[in-house]
Each structure stands twice: as C-alpha cells, then as structure tokens.
C-alpha cells in the first residue's frame, strides 16, 4: 500500500520552488528569499500573502488557475514549470525576456479574457458575489498595468488597493508585509490559462505519477499542511476521475460545507471524511467525531488506510463472531433491564421488568422506582403489585446509569459473551466495534456493560445486583440503596445463602442503633447534645476500615452522644436524604395546602424507594422507644423532630421550611405507633 | 429615641449550652423548658448610664446542622454572646480541631469580624454538683472553671470572659451590662 499524496502538480518536482525563490530574492534582495517562497499553508487555507501576487508577476509563466470561494477563502493555484522548462535561471538579465515582449501582450489580452470569463462563471457559481467581483477588479488593475508598462507610483497604488482588498477578506491579521515590494517589475510573463478545466490537470497529474512515483512520494511529504493537495471546489465525479490509483488522496472543498473534504481511494472505493483544523494554528488535523488528531495529513491517511484496511480484512471475521455471539445489531427499544430475582429464586411472579422508551430516560430517574412510577408503557404499576415482593425484586435489580463511562479499550464490557472481549475485536484496535459505543454502569454494583449487552444479561451470571459490601469504595455518602444491598447481600451469603434475606437497614444505621440502645436511651438530651467530633470521626474511620465486623461498643466508652451524632452524620451525608426530596416536597406541598392528612401521608410515603422505606420503618421504631422515655430523656416528639429535621430531609433549607419539615415529623412520630404507615 | 441606642445582639452558642436559658431568666424571669430553639427573637429596652438602650437579642440554634441557616442572622450584630456550658468541658476539648469552641471561632472569623465577643459560661452551679462531676469523672474530665474560659478568649480577637448561672441568676446582669457597654462602644466605632 503506498501513500501518494496527490496534489495537483503545480509544482511537479522540488527544483521549481527553489528557482521561485532565488529569482525573488535576487529581485528584491531586501527581502529574506525564506518569506518569499511560496508557503503553501498560507494562501491554501485561505491566507492569501499579498506577496502572492506580486510573485504572480515575477514568476515567469504563473497562472491563476482556480479561484474558489465558497468561504471568503480566496484560493488561487500556481503552475510552475519545472526546471527544464524555465531556461532563464537566477540572476539572468533581461535579455531574454525582453525577446518574448511582442508575444506578451497578445498573450495578456487572452489571457484576460480567459480570466473574465472565468470570473464570471465564478460568480455564478458562488454566492458571495463581492469576493467575485473584487477579484474581477483586482484582475483589471493586474492585466492594466500589464499592458501600460507601468511605473513605480501606479503599482504602489496597486499595492495599497492589493492590500486593502485583501485586508477586508482575510482580516487584519496579515499585516502588509510587501510594502517594501518592489513592484515595479517589466518583465513578467504570463501564460494563457491553462488547466482550469479538470481534464487537464488530470492528465498532466496522471503521467507525473506514472513517470516517477518516488519523487512524488517526496514531495507530497514536503508539502506537509494543505498546500499543494488542496484542489479547491472539486466535485465528485472530478474527484473519482483524479484518484485512481489505491492510496491516493487529495483535499476538495464542496460548496456550502465549510469543512474541507479528504478524499482517497482504498480498495477501489473513494472515501470521504470532512476534516477539520485547528482554529487557530493549523496544526493539527481531526475528523468529525475529534478522536485523534493528527499533526500532519499524511499522518492522518496514514492511520486511516490502516483501519480500513483491517477493516477490509478481518470485518468478516468479526462479523462471524459477532454472529456467533448473538449480538441483536438492530438499535430498538432499548429495554431497562431492571429486575432478575437471584439466581436461587426461581419464581417468576417476582420479577418485574420495567422498559423504558428512550435511552436517556434512566440516567434521568433518581430512583429506579420513580422510573416505575413515571412508566407510561402501561406496565404494571408499582402500587399494584405486593409491597414487599416489590421491594425484593427491586433491590436485587441494577440500576443502571447510561453513557455514565466511555467504555474504551481500558474498561471492556463485563458480560461474558460480549463480542468487544473477542481477540479480534482488541487487535483492531477497538476502532469501530461491533456493539454500541453506549455504555451504561450499574450505580450499585459497578457492573460495566455496553448498552446492547443488556439484552443478554438475563442469560449471564451478572443478572442479579449484588455489590460487595468490602469492595464498595466507601460507606457514608454513597447511596442508601447501594448499602441496603451490599447489606443484604452479605448478610445472606454470610448466613444463610439459600433462603432471601428480609431486606434490612444498612448496617451502619443497626449497628448504632443497637449501640444507642445498649447505652441506654434515657440519657438526657439524645440525640440533641452534640457529640464529641473527634470520637464520632474515629468510629466513622472504623466503620469504613472493618464494615460489618466493627464492633462500636468497644470504640464507644458509653459516650452515647457521639453515637447518636455518627447515626446523625450518616444520615445527613446519604446523597438522597432518608425522606428523599420529592417525596418531602411532596409532603410540604400537602401541608401547605391543608390536606396532609394520615392517609395522604401514607400514600405519599409509599413512593419512597424500598430501601429507603425499610430504614425509615427502622429508624421510626427506635425513635418511638426514644420518644417513650421522654419523662426521662427530656426528648419529646417535637424536641426529637427538630433535631433530627435538618438530618433526614433535604439539605436546602429555609426557616420556614425547617418548622414544616419538623411539624411533618413530628406528625410522623407521633403517630407510628398507632398508625400503620406501611400498610395498603 | 435615638436610633443610635439600638443594639443587635446574637447569642450563639452549642446545643443545650443554656442559651435561652440566659435570657430568658433575665429578661422575662421564667424557666423555660427543655425544648430545642430554632430561632427566637426578643427584644426590650433597657436603661444603661441613665440613658435608654433598646436591645434585639436573635437566638439561633447552635447545631452544626444549621451553620448555612446561621449566617442569615450575623449581619449588623453588634455583640455577640457565645454560651459555653460548664459542665461540657468536651467543647474546649484539648485535641485541638475536634472541640466545638474552634468551629465557634471558625464561624464567628467568617461572619463576624471586628465584632466584640462576649463568652459567657453558663450554668456556673454545676461545678460543684456531684451528679455532674461522677458523669465528668467517668471520662476523666472536670468541669470548666473562670480560668479555663478567660483561655478561650484567646481563641478570638475580641473577647472578654464571663460566667453566670441563670438559675441562681448569680452575674446575669454583668453579662448583659458588659454586652451593652461593649455594643455601644462598637456603635460609636462604627460611625
């Protein structure tokens, strides 16, 4: 596979530039000759030196070949003979130019009329006519000073003009840097225009190549940057008829995109990519999607035609295997894969599965069972189905959140069967995988999949959620029904793995409680007098350090406040408050609106998420033996509510809002005993 | 009256440390119960060197919950009082970042600069009472005496100690003389 860069041979070998330069620099010797090569990335991309046109007139037969512009670009192309066919070398007199004098201007009149006609059809062709027509102007004053001979003052206008017209196009940015151009050059040559016409140039292109692909190889890697590759408005009939040999390709423009087209050939297909620059610098390249950049268009074919490549070669094998993995291609409904009963259980009463239209919509529910409750596919309701059958199912459900992680080469697909873990699939590269680029992770457990692979997860061992309580990363702060799970799930492989465990408190919350309890609660002033900071942050320390296993009594020392103030700060730090927001919102509102009634409050209680409702019903019991000893303790209900207020519901709070949150606990309080609030 | 006679006083302090207490046996010479305060507001005239001074005391309750809803009542205080129970020498606790009394300086830093403190020492009867010192002696630790709270002071720029008991209501009334004085001398600094 070889790399051409196919640029149309404006300058078809190394030799013509340096004449270019020398010829400038002997002219004007005030100038550095570096300046005044022709630099591809500057009038390419748009720049156009101002010096350009100057170098028009110097260069012997130089031909304005294309002038394109869909963009306030104006772009115009070089023919440079190549060495052999200028026979005037550096530093000659004008002797030999001056031969030539009766055949110049016959030669400059049709050439300006090639050139008006072409401008013509240029303005048809584009829509800013103004780019057009200064162009037009800019011709005129080019073609009258040719004819008139002129003297230094006219071209020094010509200059200002030049400058001027050009400053409007291409900004303020390229300063006048040909001031000190001596213009005033009679001998120039121009040759008719030639080569706009594609077939041509094709032609011409076509035997370089032919004659000697080395030095093309050559030179295409000299002109690094668009330079010499950039055809202009090309469309793609032109396109298909210039490239034709495999690993050729050449920059287009197309009218009405601003991007710039890379069009090459591999495996007799012309491909299309729209790349973009770097705004600023020009220094880097990138497609579409901005994966990778690259610093040079070589470079970036380069990589292309090697992913194509093994695209070619090893997309059938892929193919196969995919096959072979039943991966569903087809992008349909994604389906929420929420709910699998472990493994042991095997009744299928208890799963609900919930799917869900659009695949963004999970990453925007909190809570799996606002998703059920927001569902508008007619599934079955939550309120309908058994509490507590509910909440089994749904704590051993994942949670997934989309698009969460780009699931590169570094985080593969967990699922056993997934095509991406196949060798082939790595050895590509990753580029293009068979599955999605979507990836969703379960909040609870960590388990990574792509988006599709969630169809097949019901067939895999990664059906049920259960996130180990020891590999969990952290404890306080992390989400109550991630901790619920790991709970339970620990609880149940630690004592009896077969049978389904009730789903229980977190254990921070029990294993405080047991501990407030043991202490006894009739110390006065629980769960009011603040605890000592440092004790409470060394049991939180050891509650992260040894999980289940900590044993609080021996941290404790009877200092029953400091247990009451961790129990506190776990509560205050969970990410969904223990009352979750909507859920207290909600509450608020009925009060505020007089109709919270017990049986409203009821209602509203059941949207709470299962493990939320679980610690809830926990915590209440304990509060409620609190509150028995209020003879003692000296903590009544609305002493216990104020206090535990700013701990349980959300953390942005107002006066106001605190009063209502204490007065809507104290409510729950008070009534807990009597009133059955979990019941239908 | 003059306006100038205003006082705006802010009474912070740890939960249960005896804030309402403090002015409310002053004030309006009752017990109050054992009830968590959010936020109280009182405020009455009083004659200070022959002259009327009209206080507002602003009570806010001390609970680390509510530091974000404290800040809402700083501005414009000219005094505040910062209540240190005695029988809570934890609150001055000698492992250094954990005590209460370095967040109270932390905050007070924050909201209020420039503003005198005064620290008063609350429930003064206590240090003697054996229910009290058993409790304390369980974890090796004694009640906070005068000395103690005059170290606190150190804590702050502007500070002076007191201690008082509320319900022998033995040096209430040089708490609130010393705030009076010390808010309007911060007044007249101010204009």
New interface residues.
């Given amino acids: 596979m070889t790399l051409v860069g196919l640029g149309l041979p404006m300058i078809p070998d190394n030799n013509a530039r340096p004449t270019v330069c020398a010829r400038s620099a002997t002219t004007t010797p005030s100038r550095p000759p570096s300046t005044l090569a022709i630099r591809p990335h500057t009038y390419a991309i748009g720049k156009v030196p101002a010096c350009f046109f100057e170098l028009l007139k110097q260069i012997p037969i130089a031909i304005p070949v294309r002038c394109s512009d869909p963009t306030g670009i104006i772009r115009l192309s070089l023919h440079i003979p190549s060495s052999s066919e200028v026979d005037t070398p550096e530093g000659h007199d004008l002797d030999g130019d001056t031969d030539k004098d009766d055949t110049l201007e016959q030669r400059l009149l049709t050439n300006r009329r090639l050139l008006e006609s072409r401008i013509k059809s240029l303005r048809l062709e584009i829509g800013d006519l103004s780019v057009a027509e200064n162009l037009e102007k800019l011709c005129n004053h080019y073609f009258h000073l040719d004819k008139n001979n002129p003297n230094k003052e006219r071209s020094d206008e010509f200059n200002r003009k030049l400058d001027m017209l050009l400053n409007e196009k291409c900004g303020g940015e390229r300063k006048s840097c040909h001031e000190k151009w001596d213009a005033s050059t009679s001998h120039e040559k121009i040759d008719p225009i030639r080569g706009h016409e594609p077939s041509k140039l094709v032609t011409f292109d076509l035997n370089a190549q032919k004659s000697d692909d080395d030095d093309d190889v050559k030179t295409s890697r000299h002109s690094s940057g668009f330079g010499l590759i950039f055809h202009g408005l090309l469309s793609k009939k032109e396109t298909q008829n210039l490239l034709r040999i495999d690993g050729q390709y050449l920059i287009r423009h197309v009218l009405g995109e601003e991007a710039y087209i890379l069009s090459f050939r591999c495996n007799g297909i012309i491909q299309n990519f729209r790349i973009f620059k770097d705004s600023e610098f020009y220094d880097l390249f990138y497609l579409e999607d901005r994966k990778a950049s690259y610093a040079s268009l070589d470079e970036m074919v380069n990589d292309g035609l090697r992913t194509l490549f093994l695209n070619f070669r090893a997309g059938s094998y892929v193919d196969t295997l995919t096959e072979l993995a039943q991966i569903n291609k087809h992008d349909s409904m994604i389906s929420w894969l929420t709910s699998s009963s472990p493994t042991s259980l095997n009744s299928p009463d208890s799963r609900a599965s919930i799917y869900i239209g659009s695949s963004r919509r999970p990453s925007v529910n909190p809570h799996p069972n606002q998703g059920q409750s927001q569902d508008e596919d007619g599934l079955p309701p939550i309120e309908t189905t058994p509490p507590l059958g509910a909440e089994e199912s749904e704590l051993f459900t994942h949670f997934f959140l989309l698009g969460t992680r780009d699931l590169g080469k570094r985080s593969p697909c967990d699922l056993e069967s997934c095509p991406s873990r196949s060798r082939a699939c790595l050895l590509r590269g990753g580029a293009n995988p068979p599955v999605g680029k979507e990836t969703c992770v379960c909040r609870d457990c960590g388990l990574t999949l792509h988006e599709k692979c969630l169809e097949h997860l019901d067939e895999s061992k990664f059906a049920t959620c259960m996130p180990d309580l020891y590999k969990m990363p952290a404890i306080f702060g992390v989400d109550l029904t991630t901790v619920v799970k790991a709970t339970m799930v620990t609880s149940m492989t630690e004592e009896d793995p077969v049978s389904i465990p009730e789903p229980t408190p977190p254990f921070v919350v029990t294993k405080c409680v047991q501990e407030i309890e043991r202490i006894g609660v009739t110390s006065e002033g629980i769960y009011r007098i603040s605890g000592s900071q440092d004790a409470v942050l060394k049991m939180q320390k050891l509650l992260e350090r040894d999980r289940m296993s900590a044993d609080l009594a021996a941290f404790t020392s009877n200092d029953i406040d400091s247990v009451c103030a961790l129990l506190k700060l776990y509560l205050r730090l969970l990410p969904e408050p223990l009352i979750s927001r909507d859920v207290f919102s909600k509450l608020m509102e009925d009060r505020q609106n007089n109709i919270l009634t017990l049986t409203t409050m009821r209602q509203t209680l059941t949207l709470l998420p299962p493990a939320h409702k679980v610690t809830l019903r926990y915590l209440l019991a304990h509060w409620d033996r609190v509150v028995a000893q209020e003879d003692v303790n000296k903590m009544s209900s609305h002493n216990l509510s104020r206090v535990l207020v700013p701990s349980i519901v959300a953390d942005t709070m107002t006066l106001t809002s605190i009063d209502m949150g204490a007065h809507i606990f104290d409510m729950l309080l008070t009534n807990c005993n009597t009133f059955d609030f979990w019941g239908q | 009256m003059d306006k100038t006679n205003t006082l705006k006083i802010t009474i912070v302090g ?3 440390a005896g804030k309402t207490w403090l002015w409310q046996s002053y004030f309006q010479n009752r017990k109050p119960p ?3 305060t ?2 109280d507001n009182y405020s009455t005239s009083v004659l200070y060197n022959g002259q009327e001074v009209l206080i507002s005391l602003f009570e806010m ?6 530091a ?2 404290r800040k809402v009542i700083y501005p414009g205080t000219n005094v505040v009082i910062l209540c240190i129970a005695v029988d ?1 020498p ?1 609150s001055v ?1 000698k ?1 250094g ?4 009394l370095e ?1 109270w300086s932390l905050e007070l830093k924050d909201n209020c600069k420039g503003i005198p403190i005064v620290i008063v020492g609350t429930k003064k009867d206590l240090r003697g009472d054996p229910v009290v010192l058993r409790r304390l002696g ?2 090796k630790l004694k009640p906070l005496k005068y000395k103690d709270i005059i170290k606190a002071t150190k804590k702050f720029k502007n500070a002076i100690a007191l201690d008082c008991s509320s319900i022998s209501k033995d040096g209430v009334q040089d708490v609130f003389k010393a705030v009076v004085k010390l808010g309007l001398r911060n007044k007249s600094y101010n204009k």
Avoid at chain 2, 61 to 66: L, M, Q, T, V
């Fill in positions: 740890d939960v249960a054992y009830v968590q959010m936020f309750c001390g609970d680390e919950e509510y974000e809803l809570n934890e606790a492992s970042n954990f005590g209460s967040r369980e974890n």
